[in-house]
């Protein structure tokens, strides 16, 4: 991306690095490039330490990794750009930790023709005051290299993500080419694994292991993970499916799915075996532009599965963008209104999607058992953890609950309570 007099100033913002309970990675970009950065930290205000950026030459661009944090904690912390101004993060929890913890979740967020993103970031802190991190799945921006795109959305979540660390993974309007992939670099520092290879890493996140998958490898394009990330995600699914924790992926492209780019039979073929194969408690994507909810082999006696669009953080007035809409004529959208409950609505009739039906499949069986719930409204998804127990709700514009679950699950060899659904509304 040019730096450019375009440029404006970002962050500060947080990310986790490799072990969240005792890192924390603090960028931001100045709007003349400087050398010397430093963020000075501590629990208490009268002693704060200070360190430094890696020297180098003057640049917009600013990074420290902040190691040896204590776990659960909160710190105070300033950086060299705005000595008066004083935030606050507060670290994880410890790997295998039963305490409890809550994240957020979506995608789709598609900054500059989304603007005044800072009314969801501040919907999602009222509603959710206590959750510790935010989960982004891809498409933050609506174009990875225009410099106005980022700009815009730094810009409305410059309060937000100065105080909770985003976890963020890649999206196709983000990442779908090499240049775009380069400019996503710059922005997001997670703890990569390979990112020559794609933009993909874990957490151990107290009693739950958190895989964030970069369905556009490396700006390749292709949503299906290539040799290397697959060989990673198989080899750590075997190693975490035995410690019986919660076992959660997240990734841009969908899997299960009713909006415009439907079930792709690819997607469906490579990552149902896997979830079947460790128990994965959940996988959430966006993409498609709404919420929708699967329960997939729920009569297994391992509990099953359950797949989560949660892409319709689209702002307040977009959640009809492109994905849901006419697509100029080459798709209809199939629900029957903004909501669709399969079991109350029965399954929609067949209808075109975007690929002509040639790699996807939308409203064929496996939807009508699986489908729980879908929303067409902008909404994000709460997640609570509490030992065994996953409370999750899709929580719209209004602060309406949409869709409200609570699962239970009992260890490696897990069986859910077939009761979970506390609550769908009556749509
Ligand atoms: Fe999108
Ligand atoms: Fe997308």
Same mark, same amino acid.
């Given at each position: 991306?040019?730096?450019?007099?375009?440029?404006?100033?970002?962050?500060?913002?947080?990310?986790?690095?490799?072990?969240?309970?005792?890192?924390?990675?603090?960028?931001?970009?100045? %709007?003349?490039?400087?050398?010397?950065?430093?963020?000075?930290?501590?629990?208490?205000?009268?002693?704060?330490?200070?360190?430094?950026?890696?020297?180098?030459?003057?640049?917009?661009?600013?990074?420290?990794?902040?190691?040896?944090?204590?776990?659960?904690?909160?710190? %105070?912390?300033?950086?060299?750009?705005?000595?008066?101004?004083?935030?606050?993060?507060?670290?994880?929890?410890?790997?295998?930790?039963?305490?409890?913890?809550?994240?957020?979740?979506?995608?789709?967020?598609?900054?500059?023709?989304?603007?005044?993103?800072?009314?969801?970031?501040?919907?999602?802190?009222?509603?959710?005051?206590?959750?510790?991190?935010?989960?982004?799945?891809?498409?933050?921006?609506?174009?990875?290299?225009?410099?106005?795109?980022?700009?815009?959305?730094?810009?409305?979540?410059?309060?937000?993500?100065?105080?909770?660390?985003?976890?963020?993974?890649?999206?196709?309007?983000?990442?779908?080419?090499?240049?775009?992939?380069?400019?996503?670099?710059?922005?997001?520092?997670?703890?990569?694994?390979?990112?020559?290879?794609?933009?993909?890493?874990?957490?151990?996140?107290?009693?739950?292991?958190?895989?964030?998958?970069?369905?556009?490898?490396?700006?390749?394009?292709?949503?299906?993970?290539?040799?290397?990330?697959?060989?990673?995600?198989?080899?750590?699914?075997?190693?975490?499916?035995?410690?019986?924790?919660?076992?959660?992926?997240?990734?841009?492209?969908?899997?299960?799915?009713?909006?415009?780019?439907?079930?792709?039979?690819?997607?469906?073929?490579?990552?149902?075996?896997?979830?079947?194969?460790?128990?994965?408690?959940?996988?959430?994507?966006?993409?498609?532009?709404?919420?929708?909810?699967?329960?997939?082999?729920?009569?297994?006696?391992?509990?099953?599965?359950?797949?989560?669009?949660?892409?319709?953080?689209?702002? %307040?007035?977009?959640?009809?963008?492109?994905?849901?809409?006419?697509?100029?004529?080459?798709?209809?959208?199939?629900?029957?209104?903004?909501?669709?409950?399969?079991?109350?609505?029965?399954?929609?009739?067949?209808?075109?999607?975007?690929?002509?039906?040639?790699?996807?499949?939308?409203?064929?069986?496996?939807?009508?058992?699986?489908?729980?719930?879908?929303?067409?409204?902008?909404?994000?998804?709460?997640?609570?953890?509490?030992?065994?127990?996953?409370?999750?709700?899709?929580?719209?514009?209004?602060? %309406?609950?949409?869709?409200?679950?609570?699962?239970?699950?009992?260890?490696?060899?897990?069986?859910?309570?077939?009761?979970?659904?506390?609550?769908?509304?009556?749509?």
């Amino acid at each position: 991306m040019e730096e450019s007099a375009a440029f404006v100033e970002w962050g500060p913002y947080l990310s986790y690095g490799k072990d969240p309970a005792m890192s924390m990675t603090i960028c931001w970009r100045s %709007q003349q490039p400087t050398a010397g950065g430093w963020i000075k930290y501590g629990i208490d205000p009268d002693s704060m330490q200070v360190v430094k950026e890696t020297p180098g030459t003057a640049t917009h661009i600013h990074v420290v990794r902040l190691t040896g944090l204590e776990p659960a904690t909160i710190y %105070q912390y300033q950086i060299s750009r705005d000595k008066d101004k004083t935030w606050t993060f507060e670290t994880g929890l410890p790997a295998g930790s039963t305490k409890p913890f809550e994240f957020i979740i979506n995608g789709d967020m598609h900054a500059y023709p989304c603007n005044r993103l800072d009314r969801y970031f501040q919907l999602m802190a009222s509603e959710a005051p206590k959750h510790d991190f935010y989960v982004g799945l891809g498409d933050f921006v609506n174009d990875g290299l225009n410099i106005k795109h980022w700009n815009s959305l730094f810009y409305d979540g410059k309060d937000y993500l100065a105080t909770r660390p985003l976890m963020n993974a890649t999206g196709n309007h983000d990442t779908d080419k090499k240049e775009k992939y380069k400019n996503y670099l710059d922005a997001w520092f997670h703890p990569y694994v390979n990112p020559v290879e794609g933009a993909y890493y874990l957490l151990e996140y107290g009693n739950a292991v958190l895989f964030f998958l970069d369905s556009c490898n490396a700006g390749r394009g292709e949503p299906l993970p290539a040799d290397e990330q697959y060989a990673w995600l198989d080899e750590n699914l075997a190693k975490y499916a035995k410690q019986d924790r919660w076992i959660f992926l997240f990734m841009h492209h969908q899997i299960y799915s009713t909006g415009d780019f439907s079930c792709p039979y690819i997607m469906h073929d490579v990552f149902r075996p896997l979830c079947q194969q460790y128990h994965v408690d959940a996988v959430f994507y966006g993409h498609d532009h709404h919420y929708e909810c699967f329960w997939v082999d729920r009569d297994a006696d391992w509990g099953g599965t359950l797949f989560f669009v949660a892409g319709a953080g689209c702002g %307040q007035h977009h959640i009809d963008h492109g994905i849901m809409g006419d697509r100029d004529g080459m798709t209809k959208y199939v629900w029957p209104g903004r909501f669709l409950n399969v079991r109350k609505h029965g399954v929609p009739p067949p209808s075109k999607n975007i690929n002509g039906l040639v790699k996807g499949f939308r409203n064929d069986d496996l939807v009508k058992e699986c489908q729980l719930f879908g929303v067409l409204e902008p909404n994000f998804v709460h997640v609570k953890i509490d030992g065994d127990v996953m409370e999750l709700k899709s929580i719209g514009w209004q602060k %309406q609950v949409y869709h409200h679950l609570r699962v239970n699950r009992t260890g490696a060899g897990r069986k859910w309570d077939p009761g979970c659904e506390l609550a769908i509304m009556d749509y």
